[in-house]
């Protein structure tokens, strides 16, 4: 009779279990943006302390300057590239295109399966970029930075919390899903780091209090 009972409270836990994992992942986001993942807080940190700081200078600035979403692979641009990675249940169609899947954007919070209703979002906007160095890059490298999947520069986001961002630094914009500002900022220092972009003395101060907490 124990092990009757042994067996039938097994049976019990592990059907709980099952349910509770079941809710869990119902209550989950139906997709989680797979960016590369930024460097650690206290990596940022470090990094933030060995940029420039300087005044920004938007003079010359205009986006054609950035040849973007460029052919990645076969059919798919770097648009169509980030949409597929970002995504769940992506399916595209032979000129990849997203015929359908989730994506969730970490900025807001949004969910859709409306491929369209969502940007891909520079996380250092390309008119920061060229207030901040790019200005004296070669077009070659400026097209590299537009197109860059190697390190956390390009993000599927909701349309409405991209426009909302705009081409404003983290002194004038964060992400209004607060879960998500530490790594917004990881990422933003990062990109700057690699590219030795500059930083305003406003961005500066920004990013040390929000990296404060990360």
């Known amino acids: 009779m124990r092990k009757f009972y042994a067996r039938r409270r097994v049976s019990i836990l592990t059907a ?8 869990a ?3 989950s986001p ?3 943006a797979a960016m590369p993942t930024p460097v650690s807080g206290a990596t940022a940190r470090s990094y933030l302390s060995q940029l420039t700081v300087a005044t920004e200078n938007r003079t010359g600035y205009n986006r054609d300057l950035f040849p973007h979403w460029i052919t990645i ?11 597929k990675r970002d995504g769940s249940n ?5 000129a990849c295109a997203s015929t359908s899947g989730s994506w969730y954007s970490q900025y807001d919070g949004v969910t859709t399966t409306d491929a369209s209703s969502f940007d891909i979002d520079h996380m250092v906007p390309l008119a920061e970029a060229w207030d901040s160095g790019a200005s004296k890059w070669t077009t070659a490298q400026r097209q590299a930075f537009a197109n860059d999947l190697t390190r956390p520069q390009l993000i599927a986001v909701s349309a409405s919390s991209n426009r909302s961002k705009s081409d ?6 964060l992400p209004t899903r607060t879960a998500y500002r ?3 900022v990881r990422a933003w220092v990062q990109v700057k780091y690699y590219y030795d972009l500059s930083v305003d003395s406003a961005e ?8 404060s907490g990360c």
Not at 73 to 83: A, D, K, M, Q
Not at 90 to 94: H, K, L
Not at 204 to 211: R, V
Request: glycine content about 4%; hydrophobic content about 40%; overall charge negative.
């Open 30 to 32: 139906t997709a989680s």
């Open 204 to 211: 500066k101060s920004a990013l040390t209090s929000a990296l």
């Open 168 to 173: 404003q630094d983290p002194a004038e914009w």
């Open 73 to 83: 692979s076969g059919t798919c641009n770097t648009r169509e590239t980030v949409l």
């Open 90 to 94: 992506v399916v595209t169609d032979s």
């Open 16 to 23: 709980l279990t099952g349910l509770i994992a079941s809710v």
């Open 182 to 184: 530490c790594t917004y």
């Open 25 to 27: 992942l119902f209550n």
